[in-house]
T-cell receptor, first 112, second 110 residues
């Protein structure tokens, strides 16, 4: 079974802090994704990576950056956290082609 | 751009059949996926369609009409544990990105 692990289940940060969300997958998947999920808005893609050091912006990249130095790890960085970044963050991975996304359990981030 | 529409909420009775619709308008299309998400949990993959027609997987079936930009998820013999959100997602042409609809929250009553 594919395992996608997110480092924290709950996180509370202050406005202006730099925040790192970590995600690790154990299935040698090429693709990794970061989504945020908000009530009424569904899952929105922040960033996507299709290979080590390769990244592509999703629909809502503003205020976020990402890092993929190793194939199994994909980090989401909030350079200066703001209250409107309070959300559930979901990491996912997949192989190339028509394969489903496998999601981690999510990190609920609260920015105060 | 992409636009994916699903009903926000649906209710049904245990043992019944329910159909959850999804319509989409995308600049390119390369497959449609359905996910189930229980409250507080991660989404889990249910099915996908690339070609027109019906794909059956036990109690769940998914249908696609590419010309109409339309899909549905059919759940038969509903059980209480089927109470969850159902997410429709479109794979963007020439990428592996999935763009999700806002999801349909299904409540199954005894």
């Amino acid at each position: 079974d594919v395992k996608v692990t997110q480092s924290s289940r709950y996180l509370v940060k202050r406005t202006g802090e730099k925040v790192f969300l970590e995600c690790v997958q154990d299935m040698d998947h090429e693709n990794m994704f970061w989504y945020r999920q908000d009530p009424g808005l569904g899952l929105r893609l922040i960033y996507f990576s299709y290979d080590v050091k390769m990244k592509e912006k999703g629909d809502i990249p503003e205020g976020y950056s990402v890092s993929r130095e190793k194939k199994e790890r994909f980090s989401l960085i909030l350079e200066s956290a703001s209250t409107n970044q309070t959300s559930m963050y979901l990491c996912a991975s997949s192989t190339t082609g028509l394969s489903p996304l496998h999601f981690g359990n999510g990190t609920r981030l609260t920015v105060t | 751009g992409q636009n994916i529409d699903q009903p926000t909420e649906m209710t049904a009775t245990e043992g019944a059949i329910v159909q959850i619709n999804c319509t989409y308008q995308t600049s390119g299309f390369n497959g449609l996926f359905w996910y189930q998400q229980h409250a507080g949990e991660a989404p889990t993959f249910l099915s996908y369609n690339v070609l027109d027609g019906l794909e059956e997987k036990g109690r769940f079936s998914s249908f696609l009409s590419r010309s109409k930009g339309y899909s549905y998820l059919l759940l038969k013999e509903l059980q209480m544990k089927d109470s969850a959100s159902y997410l429709c997602a479109v794979r963007v042409y020439n990428t592996d990105k999935l763009i999700f609809g806002t999801g349909t929250r299904l409540q199954v009553f005894p």
